[in-house]
């Protein structure tokens, strides 16, 4: 599993902070600060191409843990989807195609955090299987 922190707050040490997430992404971690926002990711690479995190495109930062089952047929209609490296890759281009709703198009375990500059707006989604 992987982990991840957005904040707007101001953290005067955000190493420390990060210590407690590290376990879960000791692989490597990027950080970012766009806008008031801070967001930081520590990857766990278990196969594949290691594709960092956070995704930004355009105005727009998403930072996700978890599996998403379908997603190289998310969204619908997204011609380059079959260029995705990784499953999360997906979430953007879903996001700027459906708007905020889009999580519920997705087929997995997983949790998620999409910041839109623009709007300010923060969405973020959770979803898992029993």
Not at 35 to 40: A, H, L
Request: proline content about 6%; some cysteine.
């Amino acid at each position: 599993m992987c982990s991840f922190l957005v904040t707007s707050w101001l953290i005067s040490n955000l190493t420390a902070v990060n210590y407690f997430l590290l376990p879960r992404g000791p692989d490597g971690t990027q950080t970012l600060r766009k806008g008031p926002f801070v967001f930081v990711h520590n990857l766990l690479h278990m196969t594949g191409e290691r594709v960092w995190q956070p995704f930004v495109q355009e105005k727009v930062v998403a930072v996700y843990n978890g599996e998403i089952y379908n997603a190289r047929q998310v969204p619908q209609g997204f011609e380059d989807r079959h260029l995705y490296r990784s499953d999360g890759e997906c979430l953007l281009p879903a996001y700027l195609h459906l708007g905020p709703h889009f999580p519920q198009t997705l087929d997995g375990e997983f949790a998620l955090v999409v910041v839109d500059l623009d709007s300010q707006a923060l969405d973020s989604a959770l979803q898992w299987r029993r």
